[in-house]
Every structure is written in C-alpha cells, then in structure tokens.
C-alpha cells in the first residue's frame, strides 16, 4: 500500500499496529472531503463519509461482512443470478462497477469469487487513493481502480466486456441524470454480455417518482426486470434505496433469493418482472436532454 496521508483535522487512530492501515479523520479530496471514522460496534469496522453523506462501510477481518442493507440485497441477487445461468467456478465473473467509495461490493465479489476481474470506476482521484492506501483491496487484474467519470468510461468499453455493471453514484442524494437516462442504459446493454446484469442503486422519496421512471428506462432496454426493496419502502413510508435490475435473461427465479432477502436486520422483498412493469406503468423513460 502507498504512503499514509495525514488527516487535515480529527484525532489520529489506527485500526492496527500497521503505519499504512486506516486513521480517522477528515481528508480532503478532489470533489471535497471524506471523513474515515471507527464503528463504535465493531472494532474492526471503519465508516467512510463523502461530503458528510455516510458512502461505504468495511469490515477488516471479513470481506463478506456488508453492513449496509442495499448492498447485501446486491451481493445477493449477483449470487443468485449467476446460479440461474449456472456461472458457478471456472465461469470468472467480469464486473464493473460505477462509484467505488470504500470498494466494498468489489471487496466482498473478490472475496465470493476468487477469479473475478473488476473494474471500480471513480471520479474523485484523492479518494481513489486513500482507499488504497487505507484497506487491504486485491490488486490488479482482481480489481483495478480506473480514475473518471462513469459515464465516459462506460461508453468506451468494449461490447460484451462485462458480466455484471453495478451502478451505485451519487451526488449528494441523487444519482447524476446522465447515468439514469436511456441512453446510458443503451450503453450498458451494449458493454453486458448474452445474459449480464445491471444494477442500479435508486435512493428515492415517498412517492417513488424517481424510482418508477427508472424502471420504466430499464424496461425500455432488457426484456426482465426485478426490484429489491424493504416493505416500508416500496408502500411509500419513507425515503431509501430501491435497487433495480435489467437483465435479458430471467430475473429472480431462484427460490434461495426469497430466503436470503428474508434475513439480516431489514428483510427485503423482490419484486419479478411482472410486478415492476406494473409500478412503472405510465411512467416517463428518463432521456438525455
């Protein structure tokens, strides 16, 4: 791992006798700041903060330790799915994922798939850096950190390149419009291979205006569809993440899914293709402007 940076302000505490492991702080980075802070429940977990929005959470002893909701339900419908295609051992799984925060999906995939080939795609280059320098992550070809904007490096991928595109970028509580729109999801279809998946993490209001339109987009493109939710959150009780799938291959056929939704600390429900063309129903496709 690269050289420790100092933290511009906070009180200094490594997670290790380790000079290069993770010190709480804030940093500056290129798009603001970034606070790194211990989990008070667990000692070998650290919370990363961007802009003073909790982004990622890491566990040191355990990458399989997700402990934020919508990334287990992610890591969930990834495993089931590729056992619906019967991708198991000797079928590496070639994913991409757009914002990388603390790399901690890419971080759990490497860990679930040991051959895996990954790419994190990260517009701010300082935050790209400390995570580096801060958490043990699988060096290249595992999972290559690749600095710029999602959208941009996206289209310049090569057709069928990619099993998996994991879309999870924020501006402050909202995912920039040009990732959202059809033709970026044209663009992810065309980077996904016969059968690949695409997941995007949707944090939405209440009324589930923005999540409805992007299922509405994604239906437009893959022939299936899913939603993983929490109940409060698909009857409209509150403000959370909604992450929806496209796939041209069938979604959420895997009885295992029901069961693993159904535990951990907020049981989630997934919606099939039938029922998300339903909630999208009338819904207006997000274009580029």
């Known amino acids: 791992m690269g050289r420790q940076r100092a933290p511009r302000s906070g009180a200094p505490k490594a997670a290790a006798d380790n000079e290069t492991g993770p010190v709480s702080g804030i940093y500056e980075t290129d798009t603001g700041t970034c606070e790194l802070e211990p989990d008070p429940f667990n000692p070998n977990g650290w919370i990363l903060k961007v802009n003073g929005v909790p982004s990622s959470h890491i566990d040191l002893s355990d990458p399989l330790q997700l402990d934020f909701e919508y990334m287990r339900w992610i890591a969930a419908l990834v495993e089931s799915h590729r056992r619906e295609l019967h991708r198991g051992e000797g079928a590496p799984l070639r994913a991409l994922h757009l914002g990388g925060g603390a790399c901690s999906l890419a971080r759990y995939l490497a860990a679930a798939f040991p051959e895996a080939r990954q790419v994190v795609v990260e517009l701010d280059g300082k935050l790209a850096g400390l995570v580096r320098d801060w ?18 490096v996206t289209e310049s991928l090569t057709a069928g390149s990619r099993d998996l595109i994991i879309r999870d970028v924020f501006a402050g509580s ?3 419009r040009p990732l959202t729109t059809l033709e970026f999801t044209q663009h992810a ?33 893959f022939a299936y569809t899913a939603i993983i939710a929490d109940p409060a959150m698909l009857k409209g009780r509150r403000y959370g993440n909604v992450i929806i799938a496209g796939s041209d291959s069938p979604l959420g056929q895997d009885p295992g899914l029901a069961r693993v939704l159904l535990g951990g600390g907020v049981p989630a429900h997934a919606w099939d293709d039938a029922r998300v063309r339903k909630f999208s129903n009338g819904a207006q496709v997000l274009r580029d402007q």
């Open 135 to 152: 958490f043990d992550l699988p060096r290249a070809p595992l999972v290559r950190i690749r600095v710029g904007e999602a959208r941009e």
């Open 174 to 176: 909202t995912t920039p």
């Open 189 to 221: 279809r065309r980077v996904l291979s016969d059968g690949g998946l695409y997941l995007v993490n949707c944090g939405d209001s209440p009324a589930l205006a923005g999540a409805r339109r992007e299922a509405a987009t994604i239906g437009e493109v």
